[in-house]
């Protein structure tokens, strides 16, 4: 895969990083970043996650092959409306958005003839922001969750597995629901409850937190903003996500209650078998 | 503070990271290890744990200044109870358990009169367990706290602090119900939660977790019987602490429901505000 110029559209942690990645493999000539503070693209050129950048998304899509959107979940929508017009035929587009079905419906149909868009979400993260975050290997091995439909043209499809494959990925399509729903039980329900779990420690017991709590609880450090967005984009599969774990959590309730060491074991046996298979 | 024999009851990840701590620090002239395996005892004493060891209980303390229980806490009585008869006068008990209040209860007023128990417990641990898993280092600038009683005595209390000092320990005293209180929240609710959650999750969606997710659980890869028997130990603070969580989860649920972006978003607000206070 060869790209001429690939433009990132917003460059923090995932943006920032993807640029460091095809700049070091090679993936593009020109990596080209866009976002609203000329100071933090400065910032971001000059650590080499980009060549070069500008605030003006419609002027930085117009030459590109691939146009990536690195952008809050809540925005991809709207950015690619206002871009799509202005790419060449045969431009690729695609995103890093961590909801997929919202998304993907509201693009489809509404590009120009021969722009393509394609859902992508890399499950790379982490609760650190930005582009001093970034980091070349985010990718490497991770999988990435390319979410085709029936109206997706199959050459960007194999395009953007393509790209990700470059970039180090492992790549895996799913429905955009289907990714919806899984991810709501991987990704954001542990978010949820990570910070409701963060959110009743009084100030006094925080001495008194070891590593448990602390891993527990890390990605309750995320952007409030960013997950607000996340929550909203997958309202409905996170209710039914919050729903199961309150059915096990009532299983707890009941066992504890009960004083029943055979269920409360059963519980944490079950559990640990999971953990235990997951690896690291 | 110098001990001559330190007997350790229980070598696993805390007993031999004691055992190993103690024994760098020239802490006690003699560390004796009390298991029920001799083949484990002895790879222990060959990693450097301990200096010798047994399998008789009543014989190892008999020579010692201090004992320490690191064994499950469901167990911790009674040993105590066969153990302190064969102390000598002076000797000092303490134990690592991660429960207290019922322990020490049970132990108040049961002892010989110069043989003196003092609740305590080192906030350092891990999913791992086992002595394979003992490091010099665990106890490093962690806390321990000590949880005396308005009975026991002021100079076994001065012995047990200067003892998890010298293993490199901050200390803290609160009574054991207090401890009980805070770690349902900082320490048992956490592992309920992980195990609900890793529970929760079908095998077919493994490959869809991320860093978030193996974060979020991996405490509950920890023993099923150790928990079982701690949830056991504290379970109506651990009930209460469950509906504290609930409660929070609940407003999530409506803030959710309701698509109410500012509730959302002040929810992971005060939660992030929280996590970051808390530092790594």
Known sequence: MKIHTLTIVGVGLIGGSIGLAARRRGLAEQVLGVGRQWDSLETARQLGLVDDHSL?????????????????????????LDAAPHCRPGTLITDAGS????????????????????????????????????EANLFQDRLTVVTPTVH???????QTCDFWQALGCRVRTLSPEEHDRA?????????????????????????????????????????PALWTAIFQQNRE???????????????FQRALAADD????????????????????
Do not use: W
């Open 152 to 158: 997706t043209d199959p050459t960007a499809l194999g």
């Open 56 to 80: 003006d998304l419609t002027s930085a899509v117009c030459g590109a092959d691939l146009v990536i959107f690195c952008t809050p979940v809540n925005r991809i929508v709207q950015q690619v």
């Open 237 to 251: 599969a996170v209710l039914q996500a919050l729903q199961l774990l309150d059915s096990r959590l009532e299983e």
């Open 261 to 280: 060491t055979m269920a409360l074991d059963s519980l944490l046996t079950q559990a640990k078998q999971v953990r235990d298979d997951l690896g690291n």
């Open 183 to 223: 991810l709501a039980l991987t990704s954001h329900l542990p978010h949820l409850v990570a910070a409701a779990m963060a959110g009743i420690l009084p100030a006094e017991l925080y001495e008194l937190t070891a590593t448990g709590f602390r891993d527990t609880t890390r990605i309750a450090a995320g952007d």
């Open 99 to 134: 909801t997929k079905a919202l998304i993907v419906r509201e693009l489809e149909g509404c590009l120009p003839a021969d722009v393509h868009f394609v859902g992508s979400h890399p499950l790379a993260g982490s609760e650190k922001r930005g582009h001093e975050a970034a």
